[in-house]
């Protein structure tokens, strides 16, 4: 006959294996630019053991650890070590995006009868806010802690013409890492001046922990029967076309290398998937768009926020050259981005959703980034 268990055993035994602890924040030096700015490392912690560590130049998520389906954590985003890495070869790691995330069709758009001219950093497009975007400046940071979790709020104040744009912005984007296990990110603008402003999130994911090999075994579902074609140089040509049919169809579960290599003008252009999809959900509305999961560690990444499109972008211009944090070398497609946010080139593009804001308006926008586990 059993023995029957004391007490105290059984409630070991019917005690999940899950991490509780107590949210926190720390902060630490994360070194100085060639300019002499002061950088701070925060690591925000949650009551799950999930932790995400920013740096307040450029607002970069330089770490991010999420636990698999046996509880083991790993860092699943892309970055470097040092400050001088990120200052000098990052292809926008883990980066906060401004003014404008994505291209416009040679760095120029008329607002009100007049005509901007933008820094140019792309094959004559401008992208990511130019020479020196939000990518590039040392943001003030305010650790706090929520209800929702420990949470980071940066402020820039970018000024009048800064990489061609106009009006002084007034930016804060706080980053939450809520007892939920999400990155949550929101952000805030107003300006003094008619403007555009399209901001997002730039981390390179690899949910089978980072510089472990491509990312093509992922599983990718995208809630979007439209996207938007672009030319050679990644600009659209301002249709919304349908996925049904191509490659760029994602409504059912499907890995990313399953069809990346097939003869298509799209692919071509981007050299894989570099394009923008257009959102299922309503505008300005907080809903799903994405979900993405790695059979091997069963991490789930589901991409929410309230943005009408979103860029998913193949890694393809990883070559092996950038070696990352703990020396990995990040080799084609080893790693993607879901980067939420307005269509590329809206300023000159009437159809597509606006991108204007103008003073006594406040730009809205929240990301969020939600891990779980299959
Ligand atoms: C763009 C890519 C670009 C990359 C820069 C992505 O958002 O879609 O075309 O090469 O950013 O690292």
Known sequence: MKKALPLAALLI???????????????????????G?????????????????????????????VPDRNGKFADVVLGFKTLADYEKKSP???????????????????????????????HGQSLHGGLKGFDKVVWNATPVETKQGPSLKLTYVSKDGEEGYPGILSVTATYILTNKNELKLVYRATTDKATVVNLTHHSYFNLAGQGSGDILGHVVTIHAGKYTPVDDVLIPTGKLAPVKGTPF??????????RINEQNEQLKNGRGYDQNWVADKLPGHLGMIARVEEPKSGRVMEVISTEPGVQFYSGNFLDGTLIGKGGKVYKFRNGFCFEPQHFPDSPNHRNFPSTVLRPGETYKNTIIYRFSTE
């Open 13 to 35: 035994t019917l005690t999940p294996m899950t991490h509780s602890a107590e949210p926190s924040i720390t902060a630490k030096s994360f070194g100085t630019t060639t300019a």
């Open 37 to 65: 700015q002061k950088v701070t490392q925060y690591i925000l912690s949650n009551s799950k053991g999930a932790s995400v560590s920013i740096i307040n130049y450029g607002g970069i998520v330089t770490s991010l650890k």
């Open 92 to 122: 926008y790691f883990g980066a906060l995006i401004g003014r404008y995330g994505n291209r416009i069709s040679k760095g120029e758009f008329t607002l009100d009868g007049n005509t901007y001219h933008l820094a140019k950093n792309d």
């Open 249 to 258: 169809d994602f409504r059912k579960p499907t890995a990313i290398g399953a």
